[in-house]
DNA sequence: TATTGTTATACTCTATAACTATA
DNA sequence: TATAGTTATAGAGTATAACAATA
């Protein structure tokens, strides 16, 4: 990246007089910081699963963009393609989005021929969504490609961990179960 | 954020007659689709990392509005607090900004008069940031804020699962160490 | 009266190009 | 030549208000 910061040597000023407040923090030495403290924020669960994600996705995005498909629209069409017939409400409620935020979404690969809406059986105001054959296609293509990259993505982490991970992480969004 | 969704009652259909077939997901009766599949997207940590963060953000956004911070400010503050002296590079190259848009958002805390800048010991190019007295007696409440915000958006997780969880984060997050 | 899907729109967040002053 | 900070700007991403058709 940028600084490696190899062997710490913090050349040290002499010692301060000793002072009565608490915890001064890093030395103010009057001098520029040398490596940066991360602690207090890498104690917090959302600094860091944001981190996280934001790792992954930038993985994601080159990956995808052979099937032009950025994450929430793979989310959708992965929701489509194992919930044939979901709507486009189900959909906004499962993954957390604003109806307007869907439309152009549904518009841009049903454009592309990978969806399709159909008639809902019993609700002339909703529409069912379909992959198309050639949607399926791309679908299983495009998990197969999401699967292995989140493993290059995260070459750290056993199979187990990631089992860990994801449980752990579950019950963060999922408050119920 | 939307909708909460309360308890979830999903109202399942009685238990299919065994299959021999690999899972054909769920039965494509013709009908509308009664209980979404989440399962693929629930294998993959970037979902389960977003979900999870934008499950935290949610809870944190409000109750650090007080403060007038946002995340991103708040990480900001926070290592400026924990690193007196610290340049923008560095908070960029830390915290993965560009430089373009961490100008603003310091012109606006030093504005409140939070933070304030200093010519920095050996480059006359940079410049040191500190948080001004006003501006520590800020990120102390606010940190404070921000740990109890995590417990109470977090409550099924134990405190060990929590540590086992951040530990796990920082593996995807940080290739090396 | 409530809900599905939609349009229009605004606001936030993030990214790129190009400039300046220093190194 | 490269880097720190800055400006201007463009593009995603996300949010609200209001409407027509249907429940």
Same mark, same amino acid.
Request: contains cysteine; aromatic residues 6%; neutral net charge.
């Given at each position: 990246?940028? /600084?490696?910061?190899?062997?710490?040597?913090? *050349?040290?000023?002499?010692?301060?007089?000793?002072?009565?407040? @608490? *915890?001064?923090?890093?030395?103010?030495?009057?001098?520029?910081? /040398?490596?940066? *403290?991360?602690? !207090?924020?890498?104690?917090? +669960? #959302?600094?860091?699963?944001? $981190? @996280?994600?934001?790792?992954? +996705?930038?993985?994601?995005?080159? $990956?995808? @963009?052979?099937? =032009?498909?950025?994450?929430?629209? !793979?989310?959708?069409?992965?929701? +489509? =393609?194992?919930?044939? #017939?979901?709507?486009?409400?189900?959909?906004?409620t499962t993954l957390d989005l604003q109806p307007p935020n869907l439309v152009g979404m549904i518009k841009g690969v049903e454009k592309r021929g990978l969806l399709e809406k159909r008639d809902h059986p019993s609700d002339r105001r909703a529409q069912g969504l379909y992959l198309t054959a050639e949607g399926e296609s791309q679908l299983e293509q495009a998990q197969e490609t999401a699967l292995a990259l989140e493993v290059e993505a995260t070459p750290r982490l056993t199979p187990l961990e990631r089992i860990t991970l994801i449980r752990l992480l579950r019950k963060v969004y999922q408050p119920d179960h």
């Open positions: 990246m940028t /600084e490696p910061s190899p062997v710490r040597q913090p *050349d040290l000023p002499p010692p301060m007089p000793a002072r009565p407040e @608490a *915890d001064p923090g890093p030395v103010a030495t009057g001098l520029a910081v /040398e490596r940066v *403290d991360t602690s !207090f924020l890498e104690t917090l +669960i #959302g600094y860091n699963a944001r $981190r @996280a994600a934001l790792t992954i +996705i930038s993985h994601f995005l080159p $990956r995808m @963009a052979q099937f =032009g498909l950025r994450p929430v629209e !793979f989310s959708v069409l992965t929701l +489509i =393609g194992h919930n044939p #017939g979901i709507t486009a409400r189900q959909l906004c």
